[in-house]
């Protein structure tokens, strides 16, 4: 399975992007989540989606980030709003089959004036 992210860019504060993550394979029965890693800091979960439809956000995007999936696109989308320069990192996603997980390349999201 591979995953390719893209959506990333140059955004201003308080602005917003959307990332996609499109799957060469089936995401239906697959848990996809978005990860980000600012420089110098460890990778951190930024939110989740089962498949079964429930999902997990970091303390620091709840009531901003929103994670979903079109199962028949086979692609997931971050929708990230009241973006903060905070919110700086490249954005990687990955779905776990439960045989197996893969990753994205990532994708870089700055936020500045």
């Known amino acids: 399975v591979q995953l390719q992210a893209s959506g990333g860019g140059l955004a201003q504060p308080g602005g917003f992007l959307r990332l996609s993550c499109a799957a060469s394979?089936?995401?239906?029965?697959?848990?996809m989540a978005w990860y980000r890693q600012a420089p110098g800091k460890q990778r951190e979960l930024v939110a989740a989606?089962?498949?079964?439809?429930?999902?997990n956000y970091a303390d620091s995007v709840k009531g901003r980030f929103t994670i979903s999936r079109d199962n028949v696109k086979n692609t997931a989308y971050l929708q990230m709003n009241s973006l903060s320069p905070d919110d700086t990192a490249v954005y990687y996603c990955s779905g776990d089959w439960g045989w197996g997980v893969y990753w994205g390349q990532g994708t870089l999201v700055t936020v500045s004036s």
């Open positions: 989606l089962s498949s079964s439809g429930s999902t």
């Open positions: 394979g089936v995401i239906r029965s697959s848990n």
